[in-house]
């Protein structure tokens, strides 16, 4: 089924490990996105990839590293996990432009505890 | 800081009966957009209006947008069990040249049979 594929589902970390956040899509879209989802925060831009070779930070990217390894991977790294960042991670990707004229699609979400 | 926030952040009704959902922003946006999410799902696209239209309809949906109130609405009519659910409405700033959208914090809908 064409749409944007999240690994792992859920993962539990020790404070102080690293771990990466894989996100891949088949749509041929050209911007890709993560955002962190938290109880009364709505969903927050952590980084974003607005086309293949390029990437930029969002609102909340302290503590966290992005590669846009092809066009249609993006992948998500804590270097240093901390308690901060136990949250619900989504991926997301759009065919992209300047003015976001698109509906994004959403992986499933990879949820994360830091302990 | 978050560019929307939905009223009311829970809302709960009979089946059958209409559920409106209304968003306010904070800048000036090239469109619009709401999103459905199941718990323990991802977000999925509902609909996208953009900044020079008015008024939108999908199915049971209806979504109007006023530029000058900086405000929308999400109604859904003839509500179903099956539309329990977050919904989310996003923008996407006319500041941004990416079309990166900023999310608020989102309507919780109960629609009890």
């Known amino acids: 089924n064409a749409g944007v594929t999240q690994t792992p589902k859920f993962q539990v970390l020790k404070t102080g490990q690293s771990m990466t956040l894989q996100c891949a899509q088949d749509m041929n879209h050209n911007s890709m996105y993560w955002y962190r989802q938290d109880p009364g925060m709505g969903l927050r831009l952590i980084y974003y990839s607005a086309s293949e070779g390029t990437t930029d930070k969002g609102e909340v990217p302290n503590g966290y590293n992005v590669s846009r390894l092809n066009k249609r991977e993006f992948s998500l790294r804590l270097e240093s996990a901390a308690p901060s960042q136990t949250s619900v991670y989504f991926c997301?990707?759009?065919?992209?432009?300047?003015?976001?004229?698109?509906?994004?699609?959403f992986g499933s979400g990879t949820r994360l505890t830091v302990v | 800081s978050q560019q929307g926030e939905e009223d009311p952040q829970a809302l709960s009704i009979q089946e059958g009966e209409n559920a409106t959902m209304n968003c306010s922003y904070k800048?000036?946006?090239?469109?619009l957009q709401w999103y459905r999410q199941n718990s323990g799902r991802g977000l999925v696209h509902l609909i996208l209006i953009r900044s020079n239209e008015r008024e939108k309809h999908s199915g049971r949906l209806r979504v109007t947008l006023d530029t000058s109130k900086k405000s929308s609405s999400l109604l859904i009519t003839a509500s179903r069990a099956a539309d329990t659910a977050s919904y989310f409405c996003?923008?996407?700033?006319?500041?941004?040249?990416?079309?990166?959208?900023?999310f608020g914090q989102g309507t919780t809908l109960q629609v009890k049979p």
């Open positions: 997301a990707s759009s065919p992209g432009g300047v003015t976001g004229n698109y509906g994004y699609t």
């Open positions: 996003a923008t996407a700033p006319i500041s941004s040249n990416t079309g990166k959208l900023i």
């Open positions: 800048t000036s946006i090239n469109n």
